[in-house]
Nanobody, 123 residues
Framework: VQLVESGGGLVQAGGSLRLSCAAS????????MGWFRRAPGKEREFVAT????????YVADSVKGRFTISRDNAKNTVYLQMNSLKPEDAAVYYC?????????????????WGQGTQVTISS
């Protein structure tokens, strides 16, 4: 399974970005998907997860009300809509595929990872 993130870039604080994660090599339809991020000097942290069917999602408290995760199994793609971006949201964002169908918040529950996409916020 290969995961390729896109959609990152430079945006002003208060702006929006939509990240995409395209999977190839295997369908994602039976598995939970997640987004994580790592800021410079910090550990990787959970951002959002979605179950196999898209009916259940969880987001980190730090992004609640601003970020939304969604998926299109027909396109084998997961999205992260990020609104009202703050300087502290700047990080490399990683997409990951879980080893289970239920939404998962722990990085250890994920088997496949993308290379990441950089999100930079200008204040």
């Amino acid at each position: 399974v290969q995961l390729v993130e896109s959609g990152g870039g430079l945006v002003q604080a208060g702006g929006s970005l939509r990240l995409s994660c395209a999977a190839s090599g295997h369908s994602i339809s039976g598995y939970a998907m997640g987004w994580f991020r790592r800021a410079p000097g910090k550990e990787r942290e959970f951002v959002a997860t979605i179950n196999y069917s898209g009916t259940t999602t969880y987001v980190a408290d730090s992004v609640k009300g601003r970020f939304t995760i969604s998926r299109d199994n027909a396109k084998n793609t997961v999205y992260l809509q990020m609104n009202s971006l703050k300087p502290e949201d700047a990080a490399v964002y990683y997409c990951a595929r879980s080893d289970r169908s239920l939404a998962a918040t722990m990085s250890g529950q994920y088997v496949y990872w993308g290379q990441g996409t950089q999100v930079t916020i200008s204040s």
